[in-house]
């Protein structure tokens, strides 16, 4: 019932900087907690960073919450997540995904889910 998109994703030194974009469809967006995930070669999907569905409160795993900043516009159904100070370890398809209810750092319990922009962070 709602389709995402990211972008923004692309290829950048180590120690550069990228912003990702997640656009939803439909007029519900503000009613859904957002996630962003990633997801490396031979790696599991990981959490990164969540927020809830006003903006008002976001989470982050602890090793990126210095460096990456989430945040939504309601008015474009849009969420994004700044990245700074990138590190090679940060290469990784980036998901934006959706669920109802609170926001979560559990991958199962988001309903939703964009087919992921690239992020390759070089040495």
């Known amino acids: 019932q709602v389709q995402l998109v990211e972008s923004g994703g692309g290829l950048v030194q180590a120690g550069g900087s990228l912003r990702l974009s997640c656009v939803a469809s439909g007029r519900t967006f503000s009613r859904y907690a957002m996630g962003w995930f990633r997801q490396a070669p031979g790696k599991e999907r990981e959490f990164v960073a969540a927020?809830?569905?006003?903006?008002?409160?976001?989470g982050y795993v602890d090793s990126l919450k210095a460096r990456f900043t989430v945040s939504r516009d309601n008015a474009k159904n849009t969420m994004y997540l700044q990245m700074n100070s990138l590190k090679p370890e940060d290469t990784a398809v980036y998901y934006c995904?959706?669920?109802?209810?609170?926001?979560?750092?559990?991958?199962?319990?988001?309903?939703?889910w964009g087919h992921g922009t690239q992020v390759t962070v070089s040495s």
């Open positions: 927020i809830t569905p006003s903006g008002g409160a976001a």
């Open positions: 995904a959706a669920k109802s209810g609170l926001y979560s750092a559990d991958r199962g319990s988001y309903d939703y």
